[in-house]
């Protein structure tokens, strides 16, 4: 459970969300401290993305509070939130099709260590494809791009929504590196929702597993490496093997 | 479930979409009715019935195929000169004048199709635009032919079948332009509901994957652009027989746009759309026309305005939900 | 009291033809105020109706005004297609046709029921041919809009100077045209003695700030045309461009008898900012027609009877003499030679000759 | 085992990049297929080019001994080549039952019948019934495609591939974005395939693809690298560094 | 010949001015706006009314014709514009069509239905010779204008981080939001831009195409001519466009007056057949 010593970078309390008319989160409270980093698990659809897209802020919030380093966000706008120190990695990716790889990252940069010449030594590949537009990426470099994007902002707390899907083992691997040696040495926080349980375990401080919209198991991760059949329970056994 | 039960329940899921809505026959039966009912308003009926085969004909290429035209105009006067000239000078028959100008539309649509099959919405709005000015320019110019601006005078139609005239209260132009608006309508319903029709709402939703399906794209929007046309052109040759007048007006640009109008009032992709649309764009037009025959402009306007921003949803919602009323009370009568 | 005679009058009052429709409504209403609505007994009652410019709205507005409210008249038609759209109308129904506007010769031939009150263009272009071969001009280039009433101006004018030993050059405008240059750059390599031009009112003005920014009036070209170019409506918003042009036409704002000048006085303290133009006149004048053949007929509103009553009628109106052709129905008038000029402050086109009772020419040699 | 499926020379530049670079490839008959490389490696474009959404720059393709490379996307379904997409590509508007119903029209040769219908025609309703059955989507026939949730999208979306009988099915990462538990399901439907359709499959889910494969290919920056067994390429040390990493199963 | 070839790229950089606003919202933001020529009406009207009613030169009408356009771009922007990014290209043809019959019919009450004028200052009146060619004065200025206008258009689109964020915006604006872009500030301003350039475009061309309450619809065919031929990507795209097309226009009609009215269409018909996406499209996948 978060550690007291550190400061607290977020809070949600009772959050309330969803679409239109349809609510898919339920009450959920969850607090992160600062340089921690969370893995967000759960079966397809339980709302993994909807509360990462609450967080930033393009659902529909139908109660709670998020409070991001001691600064209430519940009524700020996506771009506020952004400012605020969120950089988001969309599950779709949504690329900006009709902005050069540079201009995608450029775009959205905000003052700090990272900028582009660093996404590029990050991966090599789209620096190769720096002048190609957005649409004309394969699967995989969209997938580097949306992530090297939301490096770009320098962020405080870095939302990754399946960030290794369609990459191959490989590239998936370094990333994982990549992400730890972040997480561990630059002290950045991070939620991550990942499909296969176990990539990520080692990566993150703490696991929460959402099922229907509720949380239903918030625990230290290296608890969950520790003890696998109670993720097993939530999970099923594929993914947490 | 067993394999039998299934394709029974295929095909009946299949019929659904084809079978005849209580709320449609009432439509038909009312709009014949309204050659009792309304027998002052002959022949805003007529000009009505007309728009409204004219809105079906765009309806087929952009409800149903995704097709954006803002040229329509062209198969309208292609169809309108061709039976008025074949009324002028070989027959003054209103069948043959019909057909005339059904074919001389086809023919067009088939011949431009090739232009409409790449590109954007937008540049799709613009090469058929500017065929459609080409057209108008034409026209213009062939003045011998066309009468030029002045217009094709001198059309004398005979009785439809050799017993109704054409009489200045509109009565038969009405029961004629809705007699073949009602066939054509048959014609396009069966049409949409084939293989065919299935198709085009294929390539409408997804091209790339209906060509990954089999379907020969390009000619299949082909032939639903060249039965556009001929349809455009059957609405350009009632107009022609039951005006018994041709002006270049038929070939103008604003034809095309407000055609794009009623079919977007009316909602595109239900061939009821377009009726509904020239039904109200004619009854709205005429109206705020005699309160304020200067400014009517203004007040179309703001209506569309109001439409888009709130009110289309509302619109199209009451004529849902008076569809599934009667058919409530057609199911109730049933039982 | 007789029941009132109703007047069905179908305007372009929206669309590219609004001016025109404005101009014939505001006459009417003129009229109504100015001379009374009661002739022969009978009170004038006017529907007005607008077909933005539309041949088949005019035509079933026609239709609707027949059969629904049993108008008497039909009067109006802004252009030559509207006219002749009704002209089947106007025949089936015996019910008279009044051409407040439109100017092609052979519109009074489409029915016998359509009499005219405005003017047509050969009537205005033939005078301007011979007032130009009489003037020392030998060579002509005409540039006239691609359509109607364009052509009718040019091959009556390019006949009649022809005829009168002039060598003319022509080039046609398209409707839709926004820049004049490429004719105009033609017209100056011509090196002509005139210009003469025949374009729709609105794009009059356009037309003359071009011929001076490509300095054809410095190159000693005389701009010459009827009066449609520089139309009173718009005239005074050209400014200087338009001094020194030439036109023949039936009226003229500043036509120079105490009846003019009473109407124009009474029609711009009823319309602030408007100059009646010719389309006024010839609303006015059917109006004026209207009231006429209904005293003579003494308030029988038939068809017929108007149709015979009008034939032959004459008056003096604010535009000089007039009377109805009996053998084609359209109007026989003076035609006026002018040069545009400024009176006080304001722009005029300033009649200095005139031609007595031109009849349509292109029906006369018939 | 006759090939069904060859390639040769196949290239295709864009600009610059040489996405796919003389690529010579053999399907045989019956077989299972997979074709794996890094990202960016030119899969997509691979199979764009056989279904002919891409035009090769140069090089030829065969479909059981025709040359197809200029032929238009259509006549290659006809002849028997059927694919997926990495991104859904769907009737948004229709129904499961109405997608899969057009596909055996086209198959069956009606789709230019502008009369006939749907519900009339026994074959197709036959036909089409029993591809439902077979992917289990008959429970959801009659749902808008749109408002269904992902996992059955991509179902549909192999459906109405086989749909079309292929003799090759192309699937390109049909298994993205589908959650552990369904996975399966949907690579034993493949698998239950008929023996005589041979598929090609894209992925980069070592399980599936190690589970399914009989044969491999391994293409990097566009060139075919390594093509064997599955345990051949699992102990290809170039394969290893190229794409599986160390992590890998052995 | 050199005259013509002259008269025609002035042409074409009037029908650039008039079209480029629209590229803007159009190009960039995604959004049909039929009503553009609305706002170059309302440009018009401002020149008009500053010169004749205030008495300003015609050099300060420009700037107020440009703010008040761009003013009222975005206020209605705000007002009723916003709702209509999200709806289909239909509607927003709908809707701004429906915008254009109220400033048609509202124009009409207010100014009155005939043509306005403006006069010029002497020094932007008359022609000189150069080598030759005739060039007028007027002309010469509007190509001045309207080059510098396109140059730093070009630029600020392409070559600054403005241009973009605002692409980012148009391509996914939930996405841009939630990384930071201010979505909702991009568009006003862009939208008042768009706008302004509109009525820039409106009163410079008064002088040659006249102004009057049906100006929106009459000259509504040209801008979309310009902006789907020039492409919806860049602005050199509708500048060429406009070029091409006035030149071609105006050189066909002096050479085959016969033909005069079909070339534009013509020509349009023609480059879209073969350059779908305009003709600096950039390659697509
Ligand atoms: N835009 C939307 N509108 C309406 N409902 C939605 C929308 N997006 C998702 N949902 C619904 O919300 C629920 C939660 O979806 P969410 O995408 O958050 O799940 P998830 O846990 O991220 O699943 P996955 O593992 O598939 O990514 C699902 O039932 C889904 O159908
Ligand atoms: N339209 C295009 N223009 C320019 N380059 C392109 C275009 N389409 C693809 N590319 C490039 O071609 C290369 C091959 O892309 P492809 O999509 O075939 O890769 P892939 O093997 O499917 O990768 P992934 O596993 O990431 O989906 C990529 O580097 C991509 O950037
Ligand atoms: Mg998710
Ligand atoms: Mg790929």
Redesign the pocket.
Known sequence: MPDASLPELLKIEKLSA???E?Q??FDIDLTLAEGHSLALL????????????SIIGV?RRRGGRIVLAGRDLTAASPEQRAHAGIGWVP?ERNIFKSLTVLENLTAVARPGPWDAARVFGMFPRLAERKTNLGNQLSGGEQQMLAIGRALMLNPKLLLL??PTEGLAPIIVEELLKALKALFREEGLSAIV?E?HARKILELTDETIV?ER?RVVLAERSATLIAEPERLEHHLGLAAAA | MTMPVLETRVRQALFASRRWHPAEIVFWCLAFAAFLLFPRNLLLLNEIAILALFALSLDLILGYAGIVSLGHAAFLGMGAYAAGLLAKHVTADPFAGLLAGMGAAGLLGLVTSPLVLRGTDLTRLMITLGVALILYELANSFSTLTGGADGLQGIMMAPVLGLFDFDIFGRTAYLYSLSVLFLLFLIARRVVHSPFGLSLRAIRDNPLRAAASGVPNDRRLAAVYTLAAAYAGAAGALLAQTTQFVSLDVLDFHRSADLMLVLIIGGAGYLYGGLIGAIAFKLLQDLIASFTPQYWMFWIGLFLVLFVLGGREMIHGAVKAAAARFARLGKGAAR | AQEAVKIGLILPMTGPFASTGKQIDAAVKLFLAREGATHGGRKLEVILKDDAGNADATRRLAQELVVNDKVSVLAGFGLTPLAMATAQIATQAKVPEIVMAAATASITEASPYIVRTSFTLPQASEPMAHWAAKNGVKKVFTVVTDYGPGIDAETSFANTFKEAGGTVESVRIPLRNPDFAPFLQRVSEAKPDALFVFVPSGVGAQFMKQFIERGLDKAGVKLIGTGDVVDDDILEGMGDVALGAITTHHYSAAHDSPANKAFVEAFQKANPGMRPNFMAVGGYDGMKLIAKALDATKGDASGDKLIAAMKGASWESVRGPVKIDPDTRDIIQNIYVRKTQKLGSELHNVEFETIKDVKDPVKARK | MSAVLQTFDLSKSFGGITATDHVDFTLAKGARHALIGPNGAGKTTFVNQLTGVLRPSSGRIELMGEDITRLPREARVKRGLARTFQINQLFGTMTPLEMIALVTSERLGRGSHPFRALDRDLELVGQTAEILTRFRIDDIMDRRIATL???KQRQIEIAAAFAARPSVLLLDEPAA?V?EAERRDLMQTVAALPDDVSVLLIEHDMDLVFRFATRITVLVNGRVLAEGTPEEMAHDPAVRAAYLGEGAHA | MLTILFDGIAYGMVLFVLGCGLSVTMGLMNFVNLAHGAFAMLGGYVAVLAMQRLGLPFLASLPLAFLAAALVGVVLERLIYRPMYTKSHLDQVMFSIGLVFMAVAGTDWLMGSTQQFIRLPDWLQGRFEVAGIGIGRYRLFVIVVCGLLAVSLQWGFTRTRFGSRLRAAVDDARVARGLGIPVNRLFALTFALGSGLAGLGGALGIELMGLDPTFPLKFMIYFLIVVTVGGTSSITGPFFAAMLLGVADVVGKYLVPQVGAFIIYALMVVLLITRPHGLFARARA
Not at chain 1, 42 to 53: C, S
Request: hydrophobic share 25%.
């Open positions: 969803g679409y239109g349809a898919v989160l759960g079966r397809n659809g339980v709302g993994k993305t909807t509360l990462v897209n659902t599950q929504d399946e929702i499909q959402l919209g | 949730p992902y996992g974005g959650p």
